[in-house]
């Protein structure tokens, strides 16, 4: 879902096509928005399972 919204707001195309939202971020393409996609956990230690 973030990776999906990342690719709307930031009018990736290449990313919102293989998603199958590619309408959706084409609306984004004129508008110059700072969006940065950050994973929660990055920095949290990997559990052995």
Request: glycine fraction near 2%; avoid cysteine; proline fraction near 2%.
């Amino acid at each position: 879902m973030a990776l999906a919204l990342h690719s709307v707001f930031t009018a990736d195309l290449d990313t919102a096509t293989e998603l199958g939202i590619v309408d959706l971020a084409r609306k984004y393409v004129d508008r110059d928005l700072n969006v940065t996609l950050v994973h929660r956990d990055v920095d949290k230690p990997v559990l052995a399972r």
